[in-house]
């Protein structure tokens, strides 16, 4: 492996500035501690001990290119680092980083959602759990960006601050119920995307008249011709499911029937999506409302409308499992600096491995990345991380 070190990584974090005290001696500079920390989590660390732990199990690996004068940093300076780097500047360097990897992969559809962090609670303290509200891009299956609360309602005060960290233009943005805010609608087409929004009891007038507006459709047979509908049947596993999608595009109509409609910014598709689902006898009916600034056929929106949901397959239920993120007590300070770091580390160690093509589990390729240096190269290589 070459031992010059890694441009596209150095590049991308030299801006970053070390948190710790001006003028002070320090064993371990911030390019070395961020690549053991890399790494490690690449290879299966899920905690600054075990952080250490694969350092000092590796260290003849990592001094062919890093060269820890003093040795593998504690765990103790790996937790101290973290908790004071300041997170906006982490996470830019992070997406610099991962754009030069992964260039011109598609972003066209965004989703934003929020997550508890379950470990980062502390009852007996008063400390509430922290929250998470992350960007996914679900084409590339990327992370784009995240912003820390302290409360599930906070979350309408972290999405634009969000919004102002990615790049959305030309995008499509989908939100759950949470950020269906006419402030975000609005900051949406400000910055050049559209919003697909979620509609549910926060925003009961709004909602009242979608379901007037399908109610009526479905009452007409949607003789009108102002609705596009497309329906699709999957069965997996005994279980059949049904989903229908309408879209209203008229907006004569939705003008008509959305009594706030000049409030919404943009505002030309009405969605609607019916899941039926049946199992065993029993069946169950989830009809779903949306509102859109984007034009668009059912079929589009239904895809949409699905996808969204990848954020919880496909980033929250990974870092659950695979690295265990709920487990994880790791919180300290007001700001929750590095619970929020650390919460980026791991989105982008996800992020990375899910642009190698492999047959393999991510729980896989972890553990042969931490047994296998061959392969931990293999990956850095591809992602020109080194």
Same mark, same amino acid.
């Given at each position: 492996?070459?031992?010059?070190?890694?441009?596209?990584?150095?590049?991308?974090?030299?801006?970053?500035?070390?948190?710790?005290?001006?003028?002070?001696?320090?064993?371990?500079?911030?390019?070395?501690?961020?690549?053991?920390?890399?790494?490690?989590?690449?290879?299966?660390?899920?905690?600054?001990?075990?952080?250490?732990?694969?350092?000092?199990?590796?260290?003849?690996?990592?001094?062919?290119?890093?060269?820890?004068?003093?040795?593998?940093?504690?765990?103790?300076?790996?937790?101290?680092?973290?908790?004071?780097?300041?997170?906006?500047?982490?996470?830019?360097?992070?997406?610099?980083?991962?754009?030069?990897?992964?260039?011109?992969?598609?972003?066209?559809?965004?989703?934003?959602?929020?997550?508890?962090?379950?470990?980062?609670?502390?009852?007996?303290?008063?400390?509430?759990?922290?929250?998470?509200?992350?960007?996914?891009? *679900?084409?590339? +299956?990327?992370? =784009?960006? %995240?912003?820390? /609360?302290?409360?599930?309602?906070? #979350? @309408?005060?972290?999405?634009?601050?969000?919004?102002?960290?990615?790049?959305?233009?030309?995008?499509?943005?989908?939100?759950?119920?949470?950020?269906?805010?006419?402030?975000?609608?609005?900051?949406?087409?400000?910055?050049?995307?559209?919003?697909?929004?979620?509609?549910?009891?926060?925003?009961?007038?709004?909602?009242?008249?979608?379901?007037?507006?399908?109610?009526?459709?479905?009452?007409?047979?949607?003789?009108?011709?102002?609705?596009?509908?497309?329906?699709?049947?999957?069965? *997996?596993?005994? +279980?059949?499911? =049904?989903? %229908?999608?309408? /879209?209203?595009?008229?907006?004569? #109509? @939705?003008?008509?029937?959305?009594?706030?409609?000049?409030?919404?910014?943009?505002?030309?598709?009405?969605?609607?999506?019916?899941?039926?689902?049946?199992?065993?006898?029993?069946?169950?009916?989830?009809?779903?409302?949306?509102?859109?600034?984007?034009?668009?056929?059912?079929?589009?929106?239904?895809?949409?409308?699905?996808?969204?949901?990848?954020?919880?397959?496909?980033?929250?239920?990974?870092?659950?499992?695979?690295?265990?993120?709920?487990?994880?007590?790791?919180?300290?300070?007001?700001?929750?600096?590095?619970?929020?770091?650390?919460?980026?580390?791991?989105?982008?160690?996800?992020?990375?491995?899910?642009?190698?093509?492999?047959?393999?589990?991510?729980?896989?390729?972890?553990?042969?990345?931490?047994?296998?240096?061959?392969?931990?190269?293999?990956?850095?290589?591809?992602?020109?991380?080194?």
């Amino acid at each position: 492996m070459d031992t010059t070190p890694p441009a596209p990584f150095v590049e991308a974090f030299r801006t970053l500035e070390d948190p710790r005290r001006p003028g002070r001696t320090l064993a371990h500079n911030l390019h070395e501690i961020l690549t053991i920390a890399l790494c490690a989590a690449i290879g299966g660390a899920n905690d600054w001990v075990a952080v250490e732990t694969f350092g000092r199990a590796k260290i003849g690996w990592f001094r062919r290119f890093l060269p820890l004068v003093h040795g593998i940093p504690s765990h103790d300076t790996f937790g101290r680092v973290f908790a004071h780097l300041k997170p906006a500047a982490f996470q830019a360097c992070f997406g610099q980083w991962i754009a030069d990897v992964c260039g011109k992969l598609g972003r066209a559809h965004i989703a934003i959602d929020g997550k508890r962090l379950a470990g980062s609670e502390d009852a007996g303290a008063g400390v509430t759990a922290l929250h998470l509200v992350s960007a996914w891009a *679900t084409d590339a +299956r990327l992370s =784009l960006g %995240q912003v820390a /609360v302290d409360d599930k309602s906070n #979350e @309408i005060t972290a999405i634009p601050k969000l919004l102002e960290l990615i790049e959305i233009s030309g995008a499509l943005v989908s939100i759950d119920a949470m950020g269906c805010q006419k402030e975000i609608a609005t900051t949406i087409r400000a910055e050049g995307g559209d919003y697909l929004l979620a509609v549910k009891d926060n925003q009961p007038h709004l909602r009242a008249d979608l379901e007037a507006l399908f109610d009526h459709a479905l009452e007409q047979e949607f003789a009108s011709g102002t609705w596009d509908g497309f329906a699709q049947e999957k069965t *997996t596993r005994g +279980r059949e499911e =049904l989903r %229908q999608c309408w /879209v209203l595009t008229d907006v004569d #109509e @939705i003008r008509k029937g959305v009594r706030d409609y000049a409030l919404w910014k943009d505002l030309t598709s009405v969605i609607v999506v019916v899941s039926e689902r049946g199992e065993k006898g029993k069946s169950q009916t989830e009809t779903r409302f949306y509102i859109s600034s984007r034009v668009a056929s059912a079929r589009q929106f239904a895809g949409w409308a699905r996808n969204h949901w990848g954020i919880e397959n496909g980033l929250h239920w990974v870092l659950d499992v695979v690295f265990r993120e709920d487990a994880s007590r790791v919180r300290n300070g007001d700001e929750d600096a590095q619970a929020e770091n650390v919460g980026w580390l791991r989105r982008m160690v996800l992020s990375v491995l899910k642009q190698i093509k492999t047959k393999s589990s991510l729980n896989g390729m972890r553990l042969k990345a931490g047994w296998d240096e061959a392969y931990m190269e293999e990956i850095l290589l591809k992602i020109k991380g080194f």
